[in-house]
Protein backbone atom coordinates (compact mmCIF):
# COMPACT_ATOMS: atom_id res chain seq x y z
CA UNK A 1 0.00 0.00 0.00
CA UNK A 2 1.70 3.47 -0.88
CA UNK A 3 0.94 6.48 1.22
CA UNK A 4 -1.27 8.81 -0.46
CA UNK A 5 0.24 11.49 -2.90
CA UNK A 6 1.33 14.52 -0.42
CA UNK A 7 2.01 11.99 2.44
CA UNK A 8 5.11 12.35 4.91
CA UNK A 9 7.76 10.29 5.75
CA UNK A 10 9.86 10.03 8.85
CA UNK A 11 13.03 9.81 8.17
CA UNK A 12 14.54 10.63 11.49
CA UNK A 13 14.08 11.97 14.98
CA UNK A 14 16.35 14.59 16.47
CA UNK A 15 17.58 12.79 19.99
CA UNK A 16 19.18 15.99 21.65
CA UNK A 17 21.87 18.42 20.94
CA UNK A 18 25.63 17.65 20.56
CA UNK A 19 27.69 19.73 21.99
CA UNK A 20 27.41 23.71 21.98
CA UNK A 21 27.36 24.66 18.26
CA UNK A 22 24.13 23.60 17.61
CA UNK A 23 24.74 19.70 16.11
CA UNK A 24 21.93 17.77 17.25
CA UNK A 25 22.18 13.91 17.25
CA UNK A 26 20.24 12.12 15.09
CA UNK A 27 18.09 8.28 15.72
CA UNK A 28 17.55 7.48 11.93
CA UNK A 29 14.54 5.22 10.19
CA UNK A 30 17.35 5.09 7.55
CA UNK A 31 19.84 2.82 6.46
CA UNK A 32 22.34 4.99 7.25
CA UNK A 33 23.13 9.04 7.38
CA UNK A 34 24.37 9.19 3.81
CA UNK A 35 20.83 8.82 2.69
CA UNK A 36 19.98 12.03 4.32
CA UNK A 37 22.22 13.73 2.57
CA UNK A 38 20.12 13.95 -0.54
CA UNK A 39 17.77 15.81 0.76
CA UNK A 40 17.77 19.85 0.92
CA UNK A 41 15.02 20.52 3.24
CA UNK A 42 13.20 18.61 6.32
CA UNK A 43 9.89 18.99 7.45
CA UNK A 44 8.74 19.43 11.42
CA UNK A 45 6.28 20.25 13.34
CA UNK A 46 7.62 23.39 13.69
CA UNK A 47 8.87 24.28 10.30
CA UNK A 48 11.64 23.19 7.59
CA UNK A 49 15.33 22.65 8.48
CA UNK A 50 17.56 22.75 6.06
CA UNK A 51 20.65 20.82 6.76
CA UNK A 52 24.41 21.76 6.57
CA UNK A 53 25.83 18.84 7.15
CA UNK A 54 25.30 14.96 8.20
CA UNK A 55 27.74 12.72 9.26
CA UNK A 56 27.74 9.19 10.43
CA UNK A 57 28.26 9.20 14.19
CA UNK A 58 29.58 5.48 14.08
CA UNK A 59 27.00 4.05 16.30
CA UNK A 60 23.94 3.47 13.91
CA UNK A 61 22.84 6.98 14.39
CA UNK A 62 23.86 10.68 13.14
CA UNK A 63 25.22 13.96 13.88
CA UNK A 64 23.50 17.17 11.99
CA UNK A 65 24.43 20.97 12.01
CA UNK A 66 21.21 22.90 10.65
CA UNK A 67 21.08 26.57 8.80
CA UNK A 68 18.37 27.55 11.49
CA UNK A 69 20.12 26.12 14.71
CA UNK A 70 23.09 28.35 15.94
CA UNK A 71 23.60 27.09 19.38
CA UNK A 72 23.32 24.55 22.27
CA UNK A 73 20.27 25.96 23.47
CA UNK A 74 18.37 26.12 19.63
CA UNK A 75 19.31 22.45 19.27
CA UNK A 76 18.23 20.98 22.61
CA UNK A 77 14.56 22.74 22.03
CA UNK A 78 14.26 20.16 19.37
CA UNK A 79 14.65 17.22 20.69
CA UNK A 80 11.58 14.99 19.72
CA UNK A 81 10.91 16.84 16.34
CA UNK A 82 10.97 14.17 13.59
CA UNK A 83 12.62 15.53 10.17
CA UNK A 84 10.42 13.76 7.29
CA UNK A 85 10.26 14.31 3.53
CA UNK A 86 7.64 14.24 1.01
CA UNK A 87 6.81 10.33 -0.43
CA UNK A 88 6.87 11.27 -3.55
CA UNK A 89 10.76 12.77 -2.48
CA UNK A 90 12.50 9.50 -1.84
CA UNK A 91 14.72 7.29 -4.44
CA UNK A 92 12.80 4.91 -6.72
CA UNK A 93 13.14 1.38 -5.76
CA UNK A 94 14.37 -1.90 -7.97
CA UNK A 95 12.20 -4.44 -8.74
CA UNK A 96 11.52 -6.38 -5.35
CA UNK A 97 12.41 -3.70 -3.13
CA UNK A 98 10.08 -1.60 -0.92
CA UNK A 99 9.98 0.86 1.95
CA UNK A 100 8.80 -0.47 4.91
CA UNK A 101 6.00 2.35 5.08
CA UNK A 102 4.52 0.40 2.33
CA UNK A 103 4.28 -2.46 4.05
CA UNK A 104 1.89 -0.91 6.53
CA UNK A 105 -1.61 -1.46 6.08
CA UNK A 106 -1.17 -4.32 3.51
CA UNK A 107 -3.41 -7.61 3.56
CA UNK A 108 -1.76 -10.94 4.90
CA UNK A 109 -2.48 -14.71 3.77
CA UNK A 110 -1.04 -17.61 4.65
CA UNK A 111 0.65 -19.65 1.78
CA UNK A 112 -2.90 -21.56 1.45
CA UNK A 113 -4.42 -18.01 0.90
CA UNK A 114 -6.12 -18.37 3.95
CA UNK A 115 -6.69 -14.24 4.93
CA UNK A 116 -5.00 -13.49 8.10
CA UNK A 117 -4.89 -9.96 9.06
CA UNK A 118 -3.15 -6.93 8.41
CA UNK A 119 0.89 -5.50 8.65
CA UNK A 120 0.54 -2.88 11.34
CA UNK A 121 4.25 -2.51 11.91
CA UNK A 122 7.53 -2.99 11.04
CA UNK A 123 10.09 -3.03 13.85
CA UNK A 124 13.91 -3.88 14.28
CA UNK A 125 15.09 -4.67 17.35
CA UNK A 126 18.70 -5.14 15.97
CA UNK A 127 18.66 -8.48 14.92
CA UNK A 128 16.45 -7.89 11.76
CA UNK A 129 13.37 -6.11 10.57
CA UNK A 130 9.69 -8.17 11.69
CA UNK A 131 6.42 -7.30 10.71
CA UNK A 132 3.72 -7.17 13.17
CA UNK A 133 0.26 -8.56 11.56
CA UNK A 134 -2.98 -8.21 13.36
CA UNK A 135 -5.02 -11.02 13.24
CA UNK A 136 -9.04 -10.95 12.51
CA UNK A 137 -9.61 -11.49 15.89
CA UNK A 138 -7.61 -8.31 16.95
CA UNK A 139 -4.54 -10.10 18.46
CA UNK A 140 -1.33 -9.55 16.95
CA UNK A 141 2.15 -11.30 16.33
CA UNK A 142 5.39 -10.52 14.89
CA UNK A 143 6.86 -12.56 12.41
CA UNK A 144 10.77 -12.39 10.91
CA UNK A 145 10.89 -10.48 7.96
CA UNK A 146 13.19 -13.28 6.02
CA UNK A 147 12.44 -15.45 3.37
CA UNK A 148 11.74 -18.60 4.97
CA UNK A 149 8.62 -16.76 6.58
CA UNK A 150 7.94 -14.05 4.24
CA UNK A 151 7.71 -15.94 0.49
CA UNK A 152 6.43 -13.12 -1.10
CA UNK A 153 5.48 -9.54 -0.98
CA UNK A 154 3.39 -8.01 -3.27
CA UNK A 155 -0.49 -6.52 -3.58
CA UNK A 156 -0.40 -8.69 -0.17
CA UNK A 157 1.55 -10.33 1.89
CA UNK A 158 2.25 -14.01 1.79
CA UNK A 159 3.25 -15.79 5.47
CA UNK A 160 4.40 -19.45 5.71
CA UNK A 161 1.03 -20.83 7.96
CA UNK A 162 4.15 -22.32 9.93
CA UNK A 163 4.86 -18.86 11.77
CA UNK A 164 1.21 -18.05 12.16
CA UNK A 165 0.22 -17.67 15.86
Same mark, same amino acid.
Given at each position: ?15 ? $? ?6 ? #? ?20 ? *? ?13 ? @?? $? ?14 ? *? ?12 ? @?? *? ?9 ? @? ?27 ? !?? #? ?5 ? !? ?20
Amino acid at each position: MVEPAGARIALAVIAG $AHGVRGEV #RLKLFTDDAASLSRYKAFDTDR *GVLTPLSVRDDGQGG @AR $ARFAEVSDRTAAEALR *GLTLSVPRDALPPL @AE *GEYYHVDLIGL @AVVDTAGAEVGTVVAVENYGAGDILEIEK !LD #RRTFMVP !LIPAAVPHIGERVVVDAAFVD
